[in-house]
């Protein structure tokens, strides 16, 4: 079964059951002040589970595009070293507001996965949320015996407060969740050690894949619960997890999801995938990275050198020095990726195939921009870190980490992360010094301000036309209306 097919019988699936289909909310968020990017299917259903807007729908289902590289949900250290975790992935979900309950979501979170798609029922564990008595809470019994009709009782696992149990914040909507796992390890080691000791370590192949939260409670500001009249479901399943279980491969990277994208990269570093580990790591993280930066570049938010910008801008860098160092790319390649993101996910997501030039375009100035100074930076980076060695040294300065910050464009997780390969890291509170006494000096300099943010929903009119330099890093892009 293609990915394509895979997220079509999901939103069938629910369909079927009276859920409307609605579209993936961007993964930009520009109106929140506490999130910069989609993080999780129920962020734009955040208002109802808040009860400040109207249900339209009692139920709907969809596939989220999320990012996960800031706040609560940081991810950006796995990917590419793991197989299942990204920077960008989709997260299909089904929400009940006020309507079917835990027998419902669970039966047919059991139904898809076990009759619609096959997945061997052996395999499937489930987590519930063992309680809380200090604060009153139960254990989720009602979860539990939901389970027992489908799951033999010693695959059902008791789950602490930080696996099982979801909160939208300090206060506000909240209740316990029930987790499905999958165990795909081999059968001689599922026979040397069992599934259950393994669900929820970091085993690459036994895995989360659908979380469903049944929120039922409301965390009142003295830290009481109170029951909730309402009681909602909101579940997430990660998309690319489970086309790695449908199409029987023991790695995302290894699906039709990143196949071709990771077959051009290796056809163009002229290095077979899956020949040298350190290679493998940077194909995939380049194949990760490129989704982020052309879905959020997409959605209207160009790299730069702020916010929400400079996420993407790290972003991109961080690919950028993989495919400089691992795979020898000494011109901008990313930029020629995104016609084959395009061609796999452009039918689903019509904004990438909409925005393609723009996306192309903004990413090959980037990648042209910073390999201008990468060479440069890295040797001074090797410098320091033969320094550092002979000293007996396992920190460089922050001084040193700052000059390759502003004379060379490598963001402070760039440079820490060349430096873990070596053992090494930043003093941080001399970097932090260092960028307090610049801010001080660009405040009285800030006459230029470029907006990072431009309005893509028209955008067949938009077209790029190029950056304007103002000063090393402060840039204008221009647009032009056509
Ligand atoms: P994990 O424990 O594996 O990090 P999680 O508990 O943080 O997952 P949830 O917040 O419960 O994840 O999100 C719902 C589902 O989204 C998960 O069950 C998983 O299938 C998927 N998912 C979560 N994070 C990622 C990621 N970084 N990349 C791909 N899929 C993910
Ligand atoms: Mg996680
Ligand atoms: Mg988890
Ligand atoms: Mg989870």
């Known amino acids: 079964m293609t990915s394509k097919e895979l997220r079509q019988k999901f939103l069938d699936f629910f369909a079927g059951r009276s859920h409307q289909i609605v579209p993936s909310a961007p993964m930009v968020i520009k109106d929140d002040p506490t999130l910069m990017f989609t993080n999780a299917g129920m962020n734009q259903f955040k208002d109802i589970f808040l009860g400040n807007a109207p249900v339209k ?44 309950f835990k027998r419902e979501a669970i039966d047919w979170a059991w139904e898809f996965l076990v009759e619609v798609l096959k997945i061997d029922k052996n395999r499937l564990y489930a987590t519930i949320f063992e309680g809380s008595p200090d604060e009153g809470i139960e254990r989720d019994l009602e979860a539990f015996e939901c389970w027992k009709k489908h799951l033999p009782e010693g695959r059902i696992l008791l789950g602490n407060k930080k696996d099982n149990f979801w909160e939208m914040g300090d206060t506000g909507p909240c209740g316990p969740c029930t987790e499905i796992h999958i165990d795909l390890r081999d059968d001689d080691e599922r026979k040397a050690i069992p599934g259950e000791q393994m669900v929820n370590k970091g085993h690459p192949q036994v895995i989360e894949i659908w979380n469903l939260v049944f929120i039922q ?14 009681k909602h479901v909101d579940t997430g ?23 071709p994208i990771i077959d051009r990269i290796s056809q163009m570093c002229g ?27 997409a959605d209207g938010q160009l790299p730069s050198n702020v916010k929400a910008g400079y996420v993407i801008r790290r972003i991109l ?43 192309t375009n903004v990413i090959n100035k980037e990648e042209a921009t910073f390999l201008r100074t ?93 950056y304007d330099t103002l000063k090393t890093d402060a840039r204008i892009i221009r647009m032009r209306t056509v």
């Open 57 to 100: 729908y009692p139920r709907v289902a969809n596939s989220q595009k999320c990012l996960r590289v800031s706040g609560k949900h940081n991810d950006l250290e796995e990917v590419g070293h793991d197989t299942y975790h990204h920077t960008m992935f989709e997260m299909l979900g089904n929400w009940s507001f006020g309507d079917y």
């Open 217 to 230: 409670f409301n965390r009142k500001a003295n830290g009481s619960l109170e029951p909730l009249p309402a």
């Open 237 to 259: 399943m990660g998309f690319e997890r489970l086309a790695m279980v449908v199409q029987g491969k023991k790695s995302n990277y290894d699906t039709d999801v990143f196949t």
């Open 271 to 297: 290095i077979p995938y899956g020949t040298d580990p350190k290679a493998d790591v940077a194909m995939r993280v380049i194949a990760d990275h490129l989704r982020a930066i052309s879905f959020s570049i």
């Open 317 to 359: 860098r961080r690919a950028v020095r993989y495919g400089y160092t691992f795979l020898n790319f000494r011109e901008p390649f990313i930029d020629s990726l995104v016609a084959v993101l395009v061609e796999q996910m452009g039918d689903h997501y019509p904004e990438l195939k909409a925005q393609q030039t723009l996306i």
């Open 374 to 466: 990468l060479e440069t930076g890295i040797k001074l980076l090797e410098q320091l870190i033969e320094k550092a060695a002979k000293e007996n040294r396992t920190e460089i300065s922050g001084k040193d980490a700052f000059v390759l910050y502003d004379t060379y464009g490598f963001p402070l997780d760039l440079t820490e992360l060349i430096l873990r390969e070596h053992n090494l890291s930043v003093n941080r509170s001399e970097f932090d010094a260092e960028m307090a006494t610049q801010k001080e000096r660009s405040r009285a300099d800030a006459a230029v301000e470029a907006d990072d943010w431009i309005n893509v929903t028209n955008a067949e009119k938009v077209e790029f036309v190029g």
